[in-house]
């Protein structure tokens, strides 16, 4: 899998904007990056996935920059229900099986 | 549609005793994930089945644990016996198939304490 970076955490504001960014400079051309977040006491959830162009759907939108060594994850106006650990993953396209490998990941505070 | 569906949810035991976890996946997923969570980490992937066949086990430490997924359906993860270190959450997770472009969807988890 390539190698992910993210801050060990971030800190929101309610209704607020927020941008949760994510080094993976050793990704390959055919690497997806998939981002989960998880809960408190909650199993991890599916949030988004993108390969070269920025995706959206109703959770967040996914920027991908255009090395691909980089993206960022937004969430347009944070609740106390994101509160949570973000998690981007390479997974390695090669190979018979795939697989998520999970980092320490972003803990994401939102404030009231 | 139903979720990942997981029992028990909360788990005590003794060390050297034994303990087993179900797992019942969406309906129509192919594969079958177990990931051990330690606390303060994220998931660890145990291992991965495609429909009954295990296709990643590198991570099991099949001294002491087995899964098996009979039918291609459901799964049960056991661990034989239990050591203080195996204290954490087990998450079992499913696709609909093991495809890089295809998300996983995980259950509630099984919290596991060893003492």
């Known amino acids: 899998d390539a190698k992910t970076t993210q801050p060990n955490s971030m800190e929101s504001n309610e209704e607020e904007p927020v941008h949760l960014p994510c080094n993976h400079s050793t990704i390959s051309g055919t690497d997806y990056i998939h981002w989960y977040r998880q809960l408190p006491s909650q199993g991890p959830e599916y949030v988004i996935h993108g390969l070269t162009s920025n995706v959206n759907n109703r959770m967040a939108s996914l920027a991908i920059a255009e090395d691909r060594k980089s993206s960022t994850l937004i969430l347009h106006r944070a609740t106390l229900r994101d509160a949570a650990v973000y998690y981007c993953i390479a997974p390695n396209s090669g190979g018979s099986n795939y697989k998520l490998t999970f980092g320490k990941g972003t803990l994401l505070t939102v404030n009231p | 549609e139903a979720g990942v569906a997981q029992s028990p949810r909360y788990k005590i035991i003794e060390k050297r005793q034994s303990v087993a976890f179900w797992c019942n996946p969406i309906s129509g997923h192919a594969t079958l994930y177990w990931y051990q969570q330690i606390l303060g980490q994220g998931p660890k992937l145990l291992i991965q089945?495609?429909?009954?066949?295990?296709?990643?086990d590198s991570q099991l430490p099949k001294d002491r644990f087995s899964a098996e997924r009979l039918k291609g359906v459901d799964s049960t993860l056991k661990i034989q016996p239990a050591k203080l270190e195996d204290s954490a959450v087990y998450l079992c997770?499913?696709?609909?198939?093991?495809?890089?472009?295809?998300?996983?969807?995980f259950g509630p988890g099984t919290r596991l304490t060893v003492t």
């Open positions: 089945f495609q429909n009954n066949g295990v296709v990643d």
């Open positions: 997770a499913s696709s609909p198939r093991g495809d890089r472009d295809r998300e996983q969807y």
